[in-house]
C-alpha cells in the first residue's frame, strides 16, 4: 500500500496505483458498503446477480435512446470522452470475493455518477465528484491532481486511467 501510495501521489495519472491504494486501504468501507447493500432489496438482488457493467453495457445500443434517458445521456458522455466501460482497472488485491465485487461496482458506477451529478471532467469536478463519492461511500480512491485549473483531464488521469504497456503509457 505505501509504494502504491507515493507512487500515486508521484504520478496522479498511474491509475493502476491509484487502484491499488483503493484495493490497499478501502477494506472498512468496502464492509460497510456491502452490509448497507445486504440490507437493501436492490443491494441484495445485485450481489446475487453480480451483473458486470463492462459485459452488459453496450454504448451502439444505448446511443439509440431518447434524448432525456439516462441510456442515452451515459452513451452521450462515454462517447464525449472516447471512454469504455472496460477500461476500469480490475480490483487484484480485495481477498473476499463479495467485496472485490462491491470495489469494482463502485469503479464500473463511477461515470454513471457523473452523468448523475451533471459533473464533467475538469480538475475541479473529478475533485468535486471524489468528495461526493467519499461522503455516500467512505472510500476515497482519486488522488487530488495538481494541474492548470479547468483544464480537461487527459484520458490518461481520468478513473479510466492508462493502460499500462499503451503507447504512451507506462
Do not use: N
Not at 500500500?1 to 472498512?28: C, H, N, S, Y
Not at 460497510?32 to 458486470?52: F, N, Q, S, W, Y
Not at 463479495?98 to 470495489?103: D, G, H
Not at 469503479?107 to 455516500?136: C, K, N, P, Y
Request: charged share 30%; aromatic share 8%.
Amino acid at each position: 500500500a505505501g509504494e502504491a501510495a507515493f507512487g500515486a501521489l508521484r504520478d496522479p495519472e498511474r491509475a493502476d496505483l491509484v487502484a491499488t491504494l483503493g484495493d490497499t486501504t478501502g477494506g472498512l468501507s468496502l464492509s460497510t458498503m456491502h452490509e448497507k447493500m445486504k440490507r437493501d432489496e436492490i443491494g441484495r438482488e445485485i450481489l446475487a446477480e453480480r451483473p458486470v457493467i463492462a459485459e452488459s453495457t453496450r454504448i451502439e445500443e444505448l446511443r439509440a435512446y431518447p434524448p432525456g434517458t439516462f441510456g442515452k445521456a451515459y452513451a452521450d458522455w462515454m462517447e464525449a470522452r472516447a471512454y469504455r466501460p472496460e477500461e476500469r482497472p480490475e480490483v487484484k488485491y480485495v481477498d473476499d470475493p463479495e467485496l472485490a465485487y462491491v470495489m469494482q461496482r463502485y469503479r464500473e458506477v463511477h461515470d454513471f455518477v457523473h452523468v448523475l451529478t451533471g459533473l464533467g471532467s475538469t480538475e475541479e469536478e473529478e475533485i468535486a465528484l471524489t468528495w461526493f463519492e467519499l461522503l455516500q461511500t467512505g472510500l476515497c480512491v482519486s488522488p487530488q491532481r495538481h494541474r492548470r485549473p479547468g483544464a480537461p483531464l487527459s484520458s490518461a488521469a481520468h478513473p479510466h486511467g492508462r493502460r499500462v504497456g499503451a503507447v504512451g503509457g507506462a
